[in-house]
């Protein structure tokens, strides 16, 4: 379910940000914004710290994941 989902991410950013991770608190803040949008948040917030995150970073691109 979705709530749970929200904790589990929201414990994981809260680890990155802990450990200093950049490029893992971005991938956690793009999830945590498909969750939201998901459930009718706003995922903007979200992922602009993850473009800034990953721009700081110099990623240029992130690995495409298919189902």
């Given at each position: 379910?979705?709530?749970?989902?929200m904790?589990?991410?929201?414990?994981?950013?809260?680890?990155?940000?802990?450990?200093?991770?950049?490029?893992?608190?971005?991938?956690?803040?793009?999830?945590?914004?498909?969750?939201?949008?998901?459930?009718?948040?706003?995922?903007?917030?979200?992922?602009?710290?993850?473009?800034?995150l990953?721009?700081?970073?110099?990623?240029?691109?992130?690995?495409?994941?298919?189902?």
């Amino acid at each position: 379910d979705y709530d749970h989902a929200m904790e589990l991410v929201d414990h994981n950013l809260s680890m990155a940000n802990e450990f200093g991770s950049d490029y893992e608190v971005a991938l956690t803040l793009i999830l945590r914004g498909h969750i939201l949008a998901a459930t009718g948040g706003d995922r903007k917030p979200d992922h602009a710290r993850a473009r800034a995150l990953l721009s700081d970073l110099g990623v240029v691109s992130l690995p495409s994941i298919t189902r």
